[in-house]
């Protein structure tokens, strides 16, 4: 009984260090997280044991390569197939971008010329004229695919959060009405909510912070066939002078209908907005924060993985098809005869990442491709936000490749001179910072880890991803981008999805190679005068604050 009765007591005591619901809403989220932690320590859970609830039965081990019977030439990490659809494809239908006027130049122009479909997932819609203008091509093409002298089928899917889409007067909902009154029949605007805010939480927690329980946080920009990748929101600082990474997969149908059928999937699970600005569920559908959770993470669960197992199902079909049967024109004279594609030289996972669905395969991924990094192999990380999980601090500091990590110098942190509370994060990133790179010296890894900070003038940073290098190679092979920022919230709050890119074409290692040097040559060096500086002196309460607040942000 004594024990019962102090939990409260201490809880009371925490909720007091910390003015305000902020506080009531992290240690509330703080307390959870920690639940479940233990029950997966309880559990001594493999983390190869993590396919079970992924996969359908009878999955080939993912460490050795499902298929022996492929051309010569197979790279060494098709072991991914194993957990998710592979798409071959030519390196001439992968561009990598680099500037944000390049990716909002391509979307407009994309928007213009679609016929079939325009797909877009990301976090929220800006307010802001650039954002209209996207909005306004939006309009346009539709407009024009009701005067076509034969119309066209042309569907608008939208995908963003709710808690974020409906922040203020004027919001992403409030952009977008005018399409759905206009066009009902063609434009969809779902906005996924979290089903872990519900009840008094949700209740307690003030506009600006309800979204640190967790986001849609995957950003896919998709037109007829092609797909642009990327970190970037539809907003304005992402269109001009933030730094991302952006990569443009042309006329890929079938990944196109991957994250087609991806989006759709996430959006049958999200709230629809009406042209009214209600929203509503999906009939049948149980409702994200009203509804049961568990029968509403297990519905989820079902409906994304089912757009998984059938995607890979039918990659699978497509790979034997091409590869091992015996009545098929041989590649060279298939191409000839303009039946067939080349064979490919780039292979593209999705990687997905959507933990409060138990859906873990971009976290499998990217642990295994840290652990197997081996001796001489060079692994580049970037994220806008560096606050790695422990897992992934753990293989960063106890595997033997050489790590380069770029992260925002505080300056350029998205937070920088935010009002409020929100001010102080670019602060608790350098409080964090700070410590990792205490453990780096501490272990004597300085040589082999090795910390970079962006900086450039009137920009800010908020590109993430990787880059591997194999040992004794100069151009990467494989390269991850998407949405992640291998941060708590990346693996265990917020949906997400990034493509693993594999390529054995020099042509496009090399367009790689140069994004990662671009970003690369705006930074500098971390060493221990870099935080003797007046200005990265962090105020004590934020040292006190950030390990309780760390995994909100």
């Known amino acids: 009984m004594a024990a019962a009765a102090a939990g409260p007591v201490f809880w009371r005591r925490l909720l007091g260090l910390l003015p305000g619901r902020p506080g009531l809403a992290a240690l509330l989220g703080r307390l959870s997280d920690r639940l479940g932690r233990n029950r997966d320590r309880r559990r001594r859970r493999s983390p190869w044991l993590l396919l079970a609830p992924l996969l359908s039965p009878a999955v080939p081990q993912v460490t050795s390569p499902p298929c022996c019977l492929c051309p010569e030439g197979v790279h060494r990490f098709q072991w991914i197939r194993n957990l998710v659809p592979e798409f071959g494809v030519s390196s001439s239908h992968v561009r990598v971008l680099s500037s944000p006027a390049e990716f909002f130049e391509l979307m407009k122009g994309q928007i213009k010329v679609a016929k079939r479909r325009v797909v877009m997932a990301s976090l929220y819609l800006g307010t802001g004229p650039l954002e209209q203008e996207l909005v306004d091509c939006l309009e346009s093409t539709l407009e024009k695919s009701l005067q076509a002298k034969f119309p066209s089928d042309l569907k608008v899917s939208i995908l963003l959060d709710f808690t974020r889409g409906s922040r203020g007067r004027k919001n992403s909902r409030t952009m977008l009405l005018p399409l759905l009154q206009r066009f009902p029949e063609q434009v969809?605007?779902?906005?996924?909510?979290?089903?872990?805010?519900?009840?008094?939480?949700?209740?307690?927690?003030?506009?600006?912070?309800?979204?640190?329980?967790?986001?849609?946080?995957?950003?896919?920009?998709?037109?007829?066939?092609?797909?642009?990748?990327?970190?970037?929101?539809?907003?304005?600082?992402?269109?001009?002078?933030?730094?991302?990474?952006?990569?443009?997969?042309?006329?890929?149908?079938?990944?196109?209908?991957?994250?087609?059928?991806?989006?759709?999937?996430?959006?049958?699970?999200?709230?629809?907005?009406?042209?009214?600005?209600?929203?509503?569920?999906?009939?049948?559908?149980?409702?994200?924060?009203?509804?049961?959770?568990?029968?509403?993470?297990?519905?989820?669960?079902?409906?994304?993985?089912?757009?998984?197992?059938?995607?890979?199902?039918?990659?699978?079909?497509?790979?034997?098809?091409?590869?091992?049967?015996?009545?098929?024109?041989?590649?060279?004279?298939?191409?000839?005869?303009?039946?067939?594609?080349?064979?490919?030289?780039?292979?593209?996972?999705?990687?997905?990442?959507?933990?409060?669905?138990?859906?873990?395969?971009?976290?499998?991924?990217?642990?295994?491709?840290?652990?197997?990094?081996?001796?001489g192999a060079r692994v580049y990380l970037t994220t806008g936000y560096f606050n790695l999980t422990q897992a992934y601090m753990d293989l960063v500091l106890g595997t033997r490749a050489e790590y380069r990590i770029l992260l925002a110098s505080p300056e350029v942190n998205g937070f920088f001179g935010a009002r409020g509370a929100a001010g102080a994060i670019p602060a608790a990133y350098a409080h964090i910072?700070?410590?990792?790179?205490?453990?780096?010296?501490?272990?004597?890894?300085?040589?082999?880890?090795?910390?970079?900070?962006?900086?450039?003038?009137?920009?800010?940073?908020?590109?993430?991803?990787?880059?591997?290098?194999?040992?004794?190679?100069?151009?990467?092979?494989?390269?991850?981008?998407?949405?992640?920022?291998?941060?708590?919230?990346?693996?265990?709050?917020?949906?997400?999805?990034?493509?693993?890119?594999?390529?054995?074409?020099?042509?496009?290692?090399?367009?790689?190679?140069?994004?990662?040097?671009?970003?690369?040559?705006?930074?500098?060096?971390?060493?221990?005068?870099?935080?003797?500086?007046?200005?990265?002196?962090?105020?004590?309460?934020?040292?006190?604050?950030?390990?309780?607040?760390?995994?909100?942000?």
């Not at 600005?277 to 409702?287: K, T």
């Open 188 to 375: 969809r605007v779902s906005l996924f909510h979290t089903p872990d805010l519900r009840g008094l939480l949700r209740l307690l927690v003030p506009e600006r912070l309800n979204e640190t329980i967790g986001l849609q946080h995957i950003k896919v920009y998709l037109f007829d066939n092609s797909v642009i990748l990327s970190g970037a929101n539809l907003s304005d600082s992402y269109f001009t002078n933030r730094q991302d990474r952006y990569v443009f997969l042309q006329d890929c149908p079938e990944i196109a209908d991957f994250f087609t059928e991806l989006v759709d999937a996430v959006g049958d699970v999200s709230l629809q907005l009406q042209g009214d600005d209600s929203v509503q569920v999906v009939e049948g559908m149980v409702h994200p924060y009203k509804g049961d959770r568990a029968a509403y993470c297990k519905a989820a669960n079902e409906r994304v993985m089912g757009v998984v197992s059938s995607a890979r199902a039918r990659q699978q079909a497509l790979h034997a098809q091409t590869f091992h049967s015996d009545s098929l024109l041989t590649q060279e004279d298939a191409a000839a005869a303009g039946d067939r594609r080349p064979a490919p030289d780039t292979w593209i996972y999705p990687l997905i990442q959507m933990k409060p669905f138990e859906i873990q395969i971009d976290e499998i991924v990217t642990e295994t491709l840290l652990t197997e990094a081996e001796r």
């Open 433 to 553: 910072e700070r410590q990792f790179y205490g453990e780096v010296c501490s272990r004597g890894q300085q040589a082999r880890v090795r910390l970079q900070e962006y900086w450039r003038s009137g920009w800010t940073f908020h590109a993430k991803g990787l880059w591997l290098y194999l040992a004794g190679s100069s151009l990467p092979c494989l390269t991850l981008i998407g949405s992640p920022n291998f941060g708590y919230r990346s693996v265990h709050r917020d949906l997400e999805a990034q493509i693993a890119i594999v390529t054995e074409n020099q042509a496009l290692q090399q367009q790689l190679h140069q994004e990662q040097e671009q970003l690369y040559l705006r930074s500098g060096a971390v060493s221990a005068a870099t935080f003797e500086q007046p200005s990265r002196q962090v105020k004590l309460w934020v040292k006190l604050v950030t390990p309780l607040i760390k995994n909100f942000f």
